[in-house]
């Protein structure tokens, strides 16, 4: 299928649809549940509802999230796995087996892990002649600040397999970074492509929704802020990821034009690695980089922020060719 239009939309849009699927997640963050209250849980009583379940570092608010999901109907699948196929299997058998043409989605990905979002795009890339439209509303909910803590070395990092595997070049490397707030992460990707400062591009989020957290990517960053042109570091709005597709669009189609290898590498927060996805799959050319700590970093129990508004964006399916910015 192809990606027919991608356009943020208000949290009130969601709260009285009826949804054939909506899919959460359960783990150690406190905010996982924070989106049953945003439903109108009596027009979604037919909706299929999944969770995956994380099993490790278990702890008190994974069972409460647990019996809240189980309460309301919840589906669990076990969310151990890191190979993008299972899950796209998972997809496979659930969509074929509603036996409908046009499917709306509730996805709240607020608590998985890159490659469960990045699962169900490339599911629906794939499988164009089951379906005629898809609606996918990607929920996201924000934490409150909290401090990263202490930064662990990187476990691995690795492409995100949204196309076949992108053999390499002799063309430069131009590296697109969405900076988290974990101390030097970013720098250590930075040694590992060992790209030219010059085609280096930052994007930084938080300035106008969380001072806190702005200041403590900029002093967790300072290293490789400093080597960056002014003019490569951009600014987003968390809040709205069409500005932010659009920018990443005009950057990335200049780069390709001018014989630049593209690396997408998402640290900061899930809604820029969500836009890294969605411009991947528009250009096969660009690389998408997951990075993880393993088991080796200690889990931050993220609670909602009350005070901030639930992020929505709606993603359009269609067999229709079609541009996407």
Not at 113 to 132: E, G, P, Q, V, W
Not at 179 to 189: R, S
Not at 199 to 227: A, H, P, Q, W
Request: glycine share 4%; hydrophobic share 40%.
């Amino acid at each position: 299928m192809n990606v027919n239009f991608v356009k943020q939309i208000e949290r009130k849009c969601i709260s009285n649809l009826a949804f054939d699927f909506i899919f959460c997640a359960s783990g150690f963050e406190s905010r996982c549940i924070h989106i049953i209250s945003q439903l109108d849980w009596s027009i979604n009583d037919a909706a299929k509802k999944i969770c995956f379940s994380f099993s490790d570092r278990i702890a008190p608010s994974k069972k409460r999230a647990d019996e809240l999901f189980f309460s309301q109907g919840f589906r669990f699948f076990p969310a151990d796995t890191n190979n993008i196929i299972d899950y796209t299997n998972i997809y496979h058998d659930l969509f074929l087996g509603s036996k409908k043409t046009r499917l709306k989605i509730l996805f709240d990905y607020s608590c998985m892990t890159t490659i469960m979002y990045a699962s169900i795009l490339k599911y629906f890339k794939d499988f164009s002649s089951h379906f005629d439209e898809v609606e996918i509303y990607f929920s996201y909910t924000q934490a409150k600040y909290i401090d990263p803590g202490k930064s662990k070395p990187l476990f691995f990092n690795q492409p995100i397999p949204l196309f076949d595997p992108i053999q390499s070049t002799d063309k430069k490397i131009a590296l697109l970074i969405g900076l988290g707030y974990e101390e030097d992460k970013a720098l250590g990707l930075h040694e590992y492509f060992q790209n030219d400062d010059k085609d280096m591009y930052l994007f930084i989020t938080g300035k106008v929704s969380s001072s806190e957290f702005f200041e403590k990517v900029r002093k967790n960053n300072e290293k490789l802020i400093k080597i960056t042109k002014p003019e490569n570091i951009i600014y987003y709005d968390l809040a709205n990821i069409s500005p932010l597709l659009s920018t990443m669009e005009t950057l990335i189609n200049y780069l390709i034009s001018t014989n630049y290898r593209v690396v997408v590498a998402p640290i900061g927060p899930k809604v820029f690695s969500l836009a890294s996805l969605l411009v991947n799959l528009v250009h096969k050319e660009v690389t998408t980089y997951r990075l993880s700590d393993g088991k080796m970093a200690e889990p931050l129990d993220k609670i909602p922020d009350l005070g901030k508004d639930l992020i929505v964006t709606l993603l359009n399916f269609t067999n229709e060719k079609s541009e996407l910015f």
